[in-house]
């Protein structure tokens, strides 16, 4: 084993791997963190902590992650190219190997223009860093792993063992070099893979298709990504403004629908496109685990992360593989 | 050629308004072409101070002036004795411009004038776009012309992120996906295969990380010595 992390340890046991999402919150206070911990573990096998999503200040992604595994969840901690150079990374990931954490997504991170948005001021003004793009520091956490070896070459007495997560936009563009993306992603040292949410699950099997063909499905953990849809003006939104995504003419008419029928009730109609979305979500659930290649899915719940047990219970997938060693 | 865009004229006034006698001081090559500082632009420059100047009543001479380039000192030498009549020169020259005088003019202040942006290019008349980072490493042959560092909006090296949106990118609809348009243009090459290759961590110190950069040429500096020797 390379990590000996869980989520490691499921996908070496063959049966599909869920993971799920925990945002942190722009406050100091750990309860939040400790409680969206509690109501995600034992329903996943590992939940990914977002580093500054959307470039909004909040507790850091390895602080969250330490917070989440006093707690007994198994943390991915999430680590983008947009906050860090290459010595910060380093520094971060030797200090969270230390705490205990196993498992790394590396992401590029949202401009941080985004942080400016409704009712937040964020900082849009903020400096970037890109020393090293994703595919870079995937590579430097496999030399670091696999060499004992700093990106500059320099030893390190015990090398941090993470198991190596990256995304994948299977439907983005330019599509047609999506999958050799994923192929640099692979060949740079990923163990397993989280895509972007999927909702038309038809772009997705094609993409499989070419990532098979590139015999990519025998060297990386697929892990299909599930937007949780809350309601008919996010899946909406996520299909108008989300990049990458598409959403099925059917599903936004059959939330839609949903919306309607539920008339000028609020309460009523929350609760009825809640229930209609985590419908949505098991059966997207199924239809993705069938695809050949895929070893898992990744559900995120945003702001919602009540919701994963129910997904998960209704999908069939509970109770989560446990490991007695 | 390097792209300036104008200073909004209030914050122009606010550093001009307690001297008494301005100098706006253009360059005549790329900030010019840019309609940015050049002698026109100076000359409206200061037609603006001065009636500001009338309006708020503040005594104030303003004069304008321009040289072929600001970056080299035998096109402004020749004026150095005129320039230091004034208390202020306001230089409508790019960044470099601003550095070089006011290293060599003496105790009189140089303010900008205009905000330097960027090297780019004209693709159509009024419209600059940026093609180029400076980074004193070129790899433009691995990526078909088209520089991720200068137009990608995260600099990545390997190709697109996840906020590619129609071939534009994830912080506006106005702006170009750097990697859409490199692996488009390696398609058109036939060579879309060598974008597989990693590229490896840079090393970044030959842009400005390294430090204020410069560049000799010895054999020109020896061929320069001896002709003066010559003369």
């Not at chain 1, 108008?240 to 009523?268: C, F, I, N, Q, W």
């Not at chain 2, 006034?13 to 001081?25: D, H």
């Not at chain 2, 035998?74 to 320039?83: A, K, S, T």
Request: hydrophobic share 40%; charged share 25%.
């Amino acid at each position: 084993m390379k990590s000996g992390s869980n989520l490691e340890r499921v996908i070496l046991s063959g049966k599909p791997a869920v993971t799920a999402e925990l945002g942190p919150p722009m406050s100091a206070d750990p309860h939040e963190v400790i409680e969206k911990a509690h109501i995600l573990k034992g329903y996943c096998d590992a939940a990914n902590i977002t580093d500054c999503q959307t470039a909004v200040v909040r507790i850091s992604s390895i602080a969250g992650a330490v917070l989440a595994l006093r707690e007994g969840l198994e943390p991915v901690m999430q680590m983008t190219c947009r906050d860090r150079n290459r010595i910060a990374m380093q520094a971060d990931l030797l200090g969270a190997a230390a705490l205990g954490i196993k498992n790394c997504l590396c992401i590029a991170g949202d401009h941080q223009k985004f942080s400016a948005a409704g009712r937040l001021k964020g900082h849009p003004g903020a400096k970037n860093v890109y020393d090293v793009d994703t595919i870079q520091l995937i590579g430097i956490l496999k030399k670091m792993r696999d060499e004992g070896m700093q990106q500059g070459g320099d030893k390190l007495q015990v090398p941090p063992k993470f198991f190596i997560g990256a995304t994948w936009t299977p439907g983005g563009d330019p599509i047609d070099f999506r999958p050799l993306n994923l192929m640099k992603k692979v060949n740079a040292g990923a163990d397993f893979i989280q895509t972007q949410g999927i909702y038309d699950v038809e772009i997705f099997k094609a993409q499989m298709e070419k990532a098979r063909n590139l015999g990519l499905h025998e060297k990386v953990a697929i892990l299909g990504g599930i937007i949780v849809p809350r309601n008919f003006m996010m899946l909406k939104y996520m299909d108008s403004s989300v990049a990458g995504v598409t959403v099925p003419k059917s599903m936004l008419e059959r939330l839609k629908k949903v919306k309607d029928a539920a008339g000028d009730d609020k309460k009523k109609s929350k609760e009825m496109q809640e229930a209609e979305g985590i419908k949505i979500t098991v059966e997207l659930i199924h239809q993705i685990l069938e695809i050949p290649g895929v070893k898992g899915v990744h559900i995120q719940a945003i702001e919602w992360e009540t919701a994963i047990k129910e997904i998960v219970t209704a999908a069939g997938l509970y109770p989560r593989p446990t490991f007695t060693d | 050629m390097i792209v300036a865009k104008q200073k909004p004229f209030e914050e122009v006034w606010n550093m001009v308004k307690n001297f008494k006698k301005v100098l706006v001081y253009g360059c005549n090559t790329c900030v010019a072409i840019c309609h940015a500082g050049g002698e026109k632009e100076a000359e409206i420059l200061a037609s603006m101070i001065r009636m500001k100047a009338s309006q708020e009543g503040v005594d104030m001479k303003v004069g304008h002036a321009a040289v072929m380039r600001h970056c080299e000192p035998e096109y402004f030498d020749p004026l150095m004795d005129e320039v230091r009549t004034y208390d202020l020169v306001l230089s409508t020259a790019c960044g470099v411009g601003v550095n070089f005088l006011a290293q060599r003019i003496g105790n009189i202040p140089v303010y900008p004038g205009i905000n330097t942006t960027f090297y780019g290019a004209v693709p159509k008349p009024g419209e600059f776009i940026e093609l180029c980072a400076g980074c004193g490493n070129c790899i433009l042959h691995l990526t078909g012309g088209i520089c991720p560092i200068a137009r990608c909006t995260k600099s990545l090296m390997n190709g697109p992120c996840g906020g590619t949106d129609r071939g534009k990118c994830e912080i506006s609809q106005e702006v170009d996906c750097g990697w859409y348009l490199i692996v488009e243009r390696m398609k058109q090459l036939g060579n879309l295969e060598a974008l597989l290759e990693i590229q490896p961590p840079r090393d970044w110190s030959t842009s400005f990380h390294g430090g204020p950069r410069r560049v000799v040429l010895e054999h020109l500096q020896d061929f320069e010595e001896k002709e003066e020797k010559k003369a």
